[in-house]
């Protein structure tokens, strides 16, 4: 089994940062590509930003240059860097990893969400 585990949500004033972290943790072999997703109150859940297990990044056009994703692969965590925060960005995130075990092959994980509040 395989969980991820989102923090560094909370409240910040627009123009702020925040940094999101997901661990995962569990018997894998392999996190393939990462990627963090969010979700407001009454609208359908957004792809922000991914990471490919080679190391492609796409952000979502909304975010493009405000937003960083990176991950380490040693300490199986991946992050977003999140600046200039508007109060758009307010949601809950989730981070999403496609882990390869040998029991399972690929799956796809979720994290439980960690909401991110940004104030005008």
């Known amino acids: 089994q395989v969980h991820l585990v989102e923090s560094g949500g909370g409240l910040v004033r627009a123009g702020g940062s925040l940094t999101l972290s997901c661990t995962a943790s569990?018997?894998?072999?392999?996190?393939?590509?990462v990627a963090w997703y969010r979700q407001a109150p009454g609208k359908p859940r957004e792809t922000v930003a991914t990471?490919?297990?080679?190391?492609?990044?796409g952000y979502a056009d909304s975010v493009r240059g405000r937003f960083v994703i990176s991950r380490d692969d040693v300490k199986n965590i991946a992050y977003l860097q999140m600046a200039s925060l508007k109060p758009e960005d307010t949601a809950v995130y989730y981070c999403?990893?496609?882990?390869?075990?040998?029991?399972?092959?690929?799956?796809?994980?979720w994290g439980q969400g960690t909401q991110v509040t940004v104030s005008s």
């Open positions: 999403n990893a496609n882990v390869y075990a040998r029991t399972t092959g690929s799956v796809d994980y």
């Open positions: 569990g018997d894998f072999i392999k996190i393939n590509n």
């Open positions: 990471i490919m297990s080679r190391g492609d990044i």
